[in-house]
Protein backbone atom coordinates (compact mmCIF):
# COMPACT_ATOMS: atom_id res chain seq x y z
CA UNK A 1 0.00 0.00 0.00
CA UNK A 2 2.67 2.72 1.09
CA UNK A 3 4.69 1.83 -2.15
CA UNK A 4 1.08 1.94 -4.58
CA UNK A 5 0.87 5.56 -2.41
CA UNK A 6 4.19 6.53 -3.31
CA UNK A 7 3.93 5.63 -7.38
CA UNK A 8 0.53 7.58 -7.34
CA UNK A 9 3.11 10.67 -5.59
CA UNK A 10 5.29 10.52 -8.50
CA UNK A 11 2.11 10.38 -11.15
CA UNK A 12 0.97 13.83 -9.25
CA UNK A 13 4.49 15.44 -9.94
CA UNK A 14 4.70 14.26 -13.84
CA UNK A 15 1.31 15.94 -13.49
CA UNK A 16 2.51 18.98 -12.17
CA UNK A 17 5.43 19.16 -14.70
CA UNK A 18 3.39 18.75 -17.78
CA UNK A 19 1.07 21.32 -16.45
CA UNK A 20 4.00 23.98 -15.73
CA UNK A 21 5.37 22.78 -19.24
CA UNK A 22 2.16 23.72 -20.90
CA UNK A 23 1.36 26.99 -18.93
CA UNK A 24 4.25 28.54 -17.37
CA UNK A 25 6.94 27.66 -20.28
CA UNK A 26 4.34 28.26 -23.75
CA UNK A 27 6.04 28.45 -27.03
CA UNK A 28 8.21 31.19 -27.38
CA UNK A 29 7.54 32.19 -23.71
CA UNK A 30 9.94 32.07 -20.89
CA UNK A 31 8.03 31.55 -17.21
CA UNK A 32 6.90 34.64 -15.51
CA UNK A 33 9.17 33.88 -12.35
CA UNK A 34 12.23 33.05 -14.07
CA UNK A 35 12.82 34.96 -17.53
CA UNK A 36 15.60 34.50 -19.54
CA UNK A 37 18.33 36.64 -19.24
CA UNK A 38 19.32 36.58 -22.44
CA UNK A 39 18.11 38.46 -25.91
CA UNK A 40 15.89 36.51 -28.43
CA UNK A 41 17.29 35.35 -31.24
CA UNK A 42 16.52 37.37 -34.71
CA UNK A 43 13.64 36.60 -36.83
CA UNK A 44 14.06 34.26 -39.06
CA UNK A 45 12.29 36.26 -42.22
CA UNK A 46 9.76 34.68 -44.76
CA UNK A 47 8.22 36.87 -47.15
CA UNK A 48 4.31 36.65 -47.98
CA UNK A 49 2.97 37.76 -51.40
CA UNK A 50 -0.15 39.64 -50.64
CA UNK A 51 -2.44 41.47 -53.54
CA UNK A 52 -3.61 44.98 -53.24
CA UNK A 53 -5.05 45.81 -56.37
CA UNK A 54 -6.13 44.11 -59.81
CA UNK A 55 -6.18 46.18 -62.78
CA UNK A 56 -8.55 45.15 -65.63
CA UNK A 57 -8.01 48.51 -68.09
CA UNK A 58 -6.12 50.79 -69.69
CA UNK A 59 -6.17 54.32 -70.54
CA UNK A 60 -9.75 55.29 -71.98
CA UNK A 61 -11.21 52.11 -70.76
CA UNK A 62 -9.72 49.76 -72.61
CA UNK A 63 -9.18 45.96 -71.28
CA UNK A 64 -6.27 45.02 -71.13
CA UNK A 65 -5.74 42.12 -73.41
CA UNK A 66 -3.02 39.15 -73.21
CA UNK A 67 -0.51 41.38 -71.98
CA UNK A 68 2.88 39.83 -71.75
CA UNK A 69 5.31 41.94 -70.19
CA UNK A 70 5.38 44.16 -67.13
CA UNK A 71 8.81 46.85 -66.22
CA UNK A 72 8.41 49.13 -63.42
CA UNK A 73 10.72 52.31 -63.89
CA UNK A 74 11.50 53.20 -60.24
CA UNK A 75 12.75 56.84 -60.88
CA UNK A 76 9.25 57.98 -62.20
CA UNK A 77 7.42 55.37 -59.91
CA UNK A 78 6.05 54.30 -63.36
CA UNK A 79 4.57 50.79 -64.42
CA UNK A 80 4.68 49.58 -68.12
CA UNK A 81 2.57 46.57 -69.13
CA UNK A 82 3.16 45.52 -72.76
CA UNK A 83 -0.53 45.13 -73.81
CA UNK A 84 -0.05 42.28 -76.53
CA UNK A 85 -3.46 41.25 -78.25
CA UNK A 86 -4.45 45.11 -78.45
CA UNK A 87 -0.56 45.98 -79.84
CA UNK A 88 0.42 48.63 -76.98
CA UNK A 89 2.20 49.50 -74.44
CA UNK A 90 0.24 50.71 -71.34
CA UNK A 91 1.58 53.11 -68.69
CA UNK A 92 0.22 53.20 -64.75
CA UNK A 93 1.13 54.70 -61.66
CA UNK A 94 2.55 52.67 -58.84
CA UNK A 95 -0.98 52.24 -57.58
CA UNK A 96 -2.19 50.69 -60.72
CA UNK A 97 -3.70 53.48 -62.10
CA UNK A 98 -3.58 54.23 -65.80
CA UNK A 99 -1.68 57.34 -67.13
CA UNK A 100 -1.49 56.72 -71.02
CA UNK A 101 -0.75 54.25 -73.78
CA UNK A 102 0.91 54.40 -77.22
CA UNK A 103 0.95 52.42 -80.44
CA UNK A 104 -1.89 53.64 -81.84
CA UNK A 105 -0.30 54.31 -85.09
CA UNK A 106 -0.14 50.93 -85.43
CA UNK A 107 3.53 50.74 -85.06
CA UNK A 108 3.66 47.70 -82.88
CA UNK A 109 2.57 44.03 -83.78
CA UNK A 110 1.88 41.92 -80.10
CA UNK A 111 4.91 43.90 -78.19
CA UNK A 112 6.18 41.26 -75.17
CA UNK A 113 7.89 43.87 -72.88
CA UNK A 114 8.95 47.83 -72.48
CA UNK A 115 11.76 49.32 -70.76
CA UNK A 116 12.75 52.91 -70.52
CA UNK A 117 16.15 54.34 -69.84
CA UNK A 118 16.69 57.86 -68.04
CA UNK A 119 16.82 60.22 -71.76
CA UNK A 120 13.37 59.70 -72.01
CA UNK A 121 14.00 56.65 -74.06
CA UNK A 122 11.73 53.72 -74.20
CA UNK A 123 12.26 50.11 -76.38
CA UNK A 124 9.35 47.94 -76.49
CA UNK A 125 10.13 44.13 -77.63
CA UNK A 126 7.90 43.88 -80.46
CA UNK A 127 6.17 40.35 -81.47
CA UNK A 128 5.99 40.38 -85.06
CA UNK A 129 8.36 40.85 -86.54
CA UNK A 130 10.72 40.09 -84.07
CA UNK A 131 12.31 43.34 -83.38
CA UNK A 132 13.12 46.15 -80.86
CA UNK A 133 11.44 49.45 -81.35
CA UNK A 134 12.74 53.14 -79.86
CA UNK A 135 10.15 55.28 -78.89
CA UNK A 136 10.01 58.94 -76.97
CA UNK A 137 9.16 59.58 -73.63
CA UNK A 138 5.23 60.79 -75.24
CA UNK A 139 5.42 57.73 -76.90
CA UNK A 140 6.68 58.49 -80.48
CA UNK A 141 8.14 56.16 -82.74
CA UNK A 142 11.45 57.47 -83.34
CA UNK A 143 13.43 53.50 -85.34
CA UNK A 144 13.93 50.43 -84.79
CA UNK A 145 17.06 49.46 -82.82
CA UNK A 146 19.91 47.71 -84.74
CA UNK A 147 21.33 44.96 -83.28
CA UNK A 148 24.86 43.71 -83.58
CA UNK A 149 24.23 40.64 -85.78
CA UNK A 150 21.26 42.08 -88.19
CA UNK A 151 20.21 39.22 -89.80
CA UNK A 152 16.74 36.96 -90.03
CA UNK A 153 18.02 34.31 -88.02
CA UNK A 154 19.06 36.70 -85.03
CA UNK A 155 15.84 37.50 -83.33
CA UNK A 156 15.39 39.45 -79.74
CA UNK A 157 13.50 37.02 -77.30
CA UNK A 158 14.14 39.59 -74.11
CA UNK A 159 15.25 43.11 -73.29
CA UNK A 160 16.13 44.98 -69.95
CA UNK A 161 17.78 47.85 -68.74
CA UNK A 162 20.11 48.61 -65.77
CA UNK A 163 21.05 52.01 -63.88
CA UNK A 164 23.79 53.36 -66.52
CA UNK A 165 21.27 53.00 -69.51
CA UNK A 166 22.91 49.96 -71.14
CA UNK A 167 20.29 47.70 -72.82
CA UNK A 168 20.56 44.19 -72.15
CA UNK A 169 18.68 41.97 -75.69
CA UNK A 170 18.39 38.22 -74.91
CA UNK A 171 18.86 36.46 -78.43
CA UNK A 172 18.04 33.57 -80.43
CA UNK A 173 19.99 32.25 -83.66
CA UNK A 174 21.86 29.32 -85.05
CA UNK A 175 21.07 26.91 -82.33
CA UNK A 176 22.12 28.96 -79.75
CA UNK A 177 20.91 32.03 -77.33
CA UNK A 178 22.80 34.81 -75.87
CA UNK A 179 22.66 37.96 -74.64
CA UNK A 180 23.66 41.14 -76.27
CA UNK A 181 24.60 44.30 -74.44
CA UNK A 182 25.01 47.77 -75.71
CA UNK A 183 25.60 51.44 -73.74
CA UNK A 184 23.34 54.38 -73.55
CA UNK A 185 24.59 55.49 -77.04
CA UNK A 186 23.14 52.02 -78.69
CA UNK A 187 26.94 50.82 -79.61
CA UNK A 188 27.34 46.51 -79.00
CA UNK A 189 29.80 46.60 -75.54
CA UNK A 190 29.93 42.25 -75.77
CA UNK A 191 27.90 39.09 -75.32
CA UNK A 192 26.89 36.88 -72.56
CA UNK A 193 26.22 33.54 -72.02
CA UNK A 194 28.95 31.50 -74.01
CA UNK A 195 31.00 28.88 -72.95
CA UNK A 196 34.80 28.31 -73.26
CA UNK A 197 34.35 25.54 -75.52
CA UNK A 198 32.07 28.84 -77.75
CA UNK A 199 28.66 26.62 -76.85
CA UNK A 200 26.17 28.60 -74.49
CA UNK A 201 24.63 28.15 -70.91
CA UNK A 202 21.55 29.48 -72.76
CA UNK A 203 18.58 28.23 -74.46
CA UNK A 204 15.89 30.28 -74.40
CA UNK A 205 16.02 33.74 -72.71
CA UNK A 206 12.56 34.28 -71.42
CA UNK A 207 13.54 36.98 -68.83
CA UNK A 208 16.21 39.79 -67.08
CA UNK A 209 16.97 41.75 -64.27
CA UNK A 210 19.67 43.63 -63.28
CA UNK A 211 20.91 44.24 -60.19
CA UNK A 212 22.41 47.72 -59.21
CA UNK A 213 26.52 46.31 -58.97
CA UNK A 214 25.66 44.79 -62.63
CA UNK A 215 25.11 41.63 -61.79
CA UNK A 216 22.63 39.90 -64.36
CA UNK A 217 20.02 37.37 -63.55
CA UNK A 218 19.01 35.46 -66.31
CA UNK A 219 15.20 32.89 -66.89
CA UNK A 220 15.71 30.22 -69.34
CA UNK A 221 12.86 28.85 -70.28
CA UNK A 222 14.37 25.67 -71.65
CA UNK A 223 17.76 25.31 -69.97
CA UNK A 224 19.12 23.77 -67.09
CA UNK A 225 19.76 25.71 -64.73
CA UNK A 226 17.01 27.58 -65.08
CA UNK A 227 18.02 30.51 -63.47
CA UNK A 228 21.42 32.11 -64.23
CA UNK A 229 23.55 34.27 -62.68
CA UNK A 230 26.65 36.69 -64.22
CA UNK A 231 28.73 39.12 -63.12
CA UNK A 232 29.15 42.15 -64.31
CA UNK A 233 32.17 41.32 -66.40
CA UNK A 234 29.71 38.93 -68.40
CA UNK A 235 31.22 35.78 -66.40
CA UNK A 236 29.50 32.79 -65.54
CA UNK A 237 29.01 33.14 -61.36
CA UNK A 238 25.64 30.29 -60.49
CA UNK A 239 22.59 29.36 -61.28
CA UNK A 240 19.97 27.10 -59.96
CA UNK A 241 16.57 25.39 -60.69
CA UNK A 242 15.62 22.66 -63.02
CA UNK A 243 12.88 22.15 -65.02
CA UNK A 244 11.50 19.40 -62.85
CA UNK A 245 9.25 19.21 -59.53
CA UNK A 246 10.15 20.50 -56.14
CA UNK A 247 9.60 24.01 -54.82
CA UNK A 248 12.92 25.02 -56.06
CA UNK A 249 12.62 24.28 -59.54
CA UNK A 250 10.13 25.44 -62.24
CA UNK A 251 8.06 24.44 -65.31
CA UNK A 252 8.47 27.47 -67.10
CA UNK A 253 9.70 30.34 -65.07
CA UNK A 254 8.44 33.49 -67.30
CA UNK A 255 9.18 36.60 -65.74
CA UNK A 256 12.07 37.49 -62.93
CA UNK A 257 12.90 40.25 -60.70
CA UNK A 258 14.63 41.72 -58.03
CA UNK A 259 12.54 42.84 -54.92
CA UNK A 260 14.00 45.55 -52.32
CA UNK A 261 15.56 43.48 -49.71
CA UNK A 262 17.19 41.86 -52.71
CA UNK A 263 15.87 38.51 -52.77
CA UNK A 264 15.08 36.57 -56.62
CA UNK A 265 11.56 36.80 -57.22
CA UNK A 266 10.33 34.45 -60.06
CA UNK A 267 7.14 33.94 -61.62
CA UNK A 268 5.91 30.42 -63.35
CA UNK A 269 3.42 30.42 -66.13
CA UNK A 270 2.19 26.77 -66.04
CA UNK A 271 2.70 26.12 -62.27
CA UNK A 272 0.64 29.83 -61.61
CA UNK A 273 2.51 30.81 -59.04
CA UNK A 274 5.16 33.04 -57.22
CA UNK A 275 8.75 31.53 -55.93
CA UNK A 276 11.16 33.87 -53.94
CA UNK A 277 14.62 33.02 -53.54
CA UNK A 278 18.11 34.14 -51.92
CA UNK A 279 20.21 35.41 -54.36
CA UNK A 280 22.32 32.29 -53.81
CA UNK A 281 19.01 30.20 -54.92
CA UNK A 282 17.46 28.88 -51.22
CA UNK A 283 14.32 28.91 -51.61
CA UNK A 284 12.55 30.76 -49.35
CA UNK A 285 8.88 30.91 -50.07
CA UNK A 286 5.55 30.46 -52.25
CA UNK A 287 2.17 32.02 -53.30
CA UNK A 288 -0.39 31.89 -56.09
CA UNK A 289 -1.87 28.54 -57.82
CA UNK A 290 -4.36 29.10 -60.95
CA UNK A 291 -7.30 31.07 -60.32
CA UNK A 292 -9.11 33.88 -60.59
CA UNK A 293 -9.57 35.48 -57.60
CA UNK A 294 -6.83 38.25 -56.16
CA UNK A 295 -3.52 36.76 -55.49
CA UNK A 296 -4.01 33.95 -58.04
CA UNK A 297 -3.27 33.67 -61.65
CA UNK A 298 -4.28 32.20 -64.73
CA UNK A 299 -1.31 31.99 -67.00
CA UNK A 300 1.11 34.63 -65.62
CA UNK A 301 3.73 35.48 -67.99
CA UNK A 302 6.19 38.44 -66.42
CA UNK A 303 6.84 40.03 -62.98
CA UNK A 304 8.12 43.42 -61.67
CA UNK A 305 9.65 44.78 -58.68
CA UNK A 306 9.43 48.70 -57.18
CA UNK A 307 12.71 47.96 -55.08
CA UNK A 308 10.71 47.91 -51.96
CA UNK A 309 7.30 45.91 -51.49
CA UNK A 310 5.14 46.10 -53.92
CA UNK A 311 5.22 43.75 -57.17
CA UNK A 312 3.54 43.40 -60.19
CA UNK A 313 2.05 40.28 -62.64
CA UNK A 314 0.51 40.55 -65.40
CA UNK A 315 -1.66 37.59 -66.60
CA UNK A 316 -1.91 36.31 -70.18
CA UNK A 317 -5.42 34.10 -69.37
CA UNK A 318 -6.19 36.47 -66.72
CA UNK A 319 -6.17 39.48 -69.24
CA UNK A 320 -4.78 41.71 -65.73
CA UNK A 321 -2.02 43.41 -64.24
CA UNK A 322 -2.31 42.56 -59.90
CA UNK A 323 -0.31 45.04 -57.65
CA UNK A 324 1.31 43.02 -54.94
CA UNK A 325 2.89 43.27 -51.74
CA UNK A 326 5.28 41.85 -49.92
CA UNK A 327 5.06 41.65 -45.84
CA UNK A 328 7.21 39.70 -43.53
CA UNK A 329 5.77 36.89 -41.35
CA UNK A 330 8.39 36.86 -38.85
CA UNK A 331 9.40 33.10 -37.16
CA UNK A 332 11.44 33.55 -33.81
CA UNK A 333 13.35 30.19 -32.55
CA UNK A 334 11.89 29.64 -28.73
CA UNK A 335 14.89 30.56 -26.22
CA UNK A 336 13.56 28.36 -23.83
CA UNK A 337 13.62 25.25 -25.95
CA UNK A 338 16.53 23.62 -24.06
CA UNK A 339 14.49 24.18 -20.83
CA UNK A 340 11.03 22.55 -22.33
CA UNK A 341 13.08 19.64 -23.96
CA UNK A 342 14.68 18.99 -20.67
CA UNK A 343 11.18 19.34 -18.76
CA UNK A 344 10.16 17.00 -21.38
CA UNK A 345 12.83 14.14 -21.11
CA UNK A 346 12.00 13.75 -17.26
CA UNK A 347 8.01 13.46 -17.41
CA UNK A 348 9.37 11.05 -20.00
CA UNK A 349 11.48 9.11 -17.11
CA UNK A 350 9.14 9.74 -14.97
CA UNK A 351 6.67 8.25 -16.27
CA UNK A 352 8.50 5.44 -17.86
CA UNK A 353 9.65 4.62 -14.12
CA UNK A 354 5.82 4.92 -12.73
CA UNK A 355 4.94 2.42 -15.21
CA UNK A 356 7.28 -0.18 -14.74
CA UNK A 357 6.42 0.06 -10.78
CA UNK A 358 2.53 -0.60 -11.17
CA UNK A 359 3.40 -3.82 -13.60
Known sequence: ??????????????????????????????????KSPNPAPPAVSAPLIQPIRVVYRQIEGTFLKSPRGVWVDRAKNEVYVADTSNDLVAVYDSAGLPLFAFGYNKELKEPTKAVANSKGRIFVLNGIPRAVKVFNYRGE??????????????????????????????TAGEGMAQIEIYDSNFRFIREIGKKPDRSSYLKSVHAMTIDSDGTLYVADANATPAIQVYGPDGKYLRGWGAHDGGPQNFSLPAGIALDGQGRVVVIDSIRQVVSVFTKDGSFLSRSGGMGTQAGAFMFPTDIASNGNQKLYVVERLGSRLQVLEERIAAVRANPNAAAVNALREQMRRQFNDFSRGIK
Open 1 to 34: MKRLRKQLLNLNNVTALLLFSCLAVGPGQAAESE
Open 141 to 170: YIEDFRLARNDSNHAPTAIAIDQSNNLYVG
